[in-house]
């Protein structure tokens, strides 16, 4: 399994890459795998500013639907529109082709709670 350990993570396994006051968010390697084959990305919510915590939009794979949780306050300024026709790029590449959303964040502060690799390790069992 893959977790980068440049990355931070949350406990609802969204990884996130930060560059100056933008982060790229997708889910991680364990969270597309326990979904299985994704066959829907849905993300309504751009030049939307949100709460740390709010659903920005859901996963829909064969089995079931699941909810995306931003990890940062802040404004969702980039939606990965390659996935509005492959999806699929979620399970082949999570942490590259397969992301989903830039957020410019307005609380800089929140980065402490995120999960280094280590600690996201810890809570999957890896």
């Known amino acids: 399994m893959n977790i980068p350990s440049e990355l931070k993570y949350t406990k609802d396994h969204e990884w ?23 066959v829907y990305v849905e993300i309504e919510t751009l030049d939307e500013t949100m709460d740390r915590e709010e659903v920005f ?3 829909e794979a064969v089995k079931t639907v699941s909810d995306l949780f931003l990890p940062l306050s802040g404004e969702i300024i980039a939606f990965n529109e390659a996935l509005e026709d492959e999806p699929e790029k979620v ?6 082709e397969g992301w989903m959303v ?3 964040f ?6 402490d709670d995120l999960l280094s690799a280590e600690d996201y390790k810890a809570l999957i069992g890896a």
Not at 91 to 96: E, L
Not at 106 to 111: P, T, Y
Request: net charge negative; glycine share 14%; aromatic share 4%.
């Open 16 to 38: 996130i890459k930060i560059d100056g006051d933008v982060a790229t968010v997708g889910i991680t390697d364990f969270a597309q795998g326990e979904l299985g084959d994704i």
């Open 106 to 111: 307005n609380n800089a502060d929140e980065i």
């Open 91 to 96: 399970n082949a590449d999570p942490y590259g």
């Open 102 to 104: 830039k957020v410019r």
């Open 57 to 59: 939009g859901t996963v």
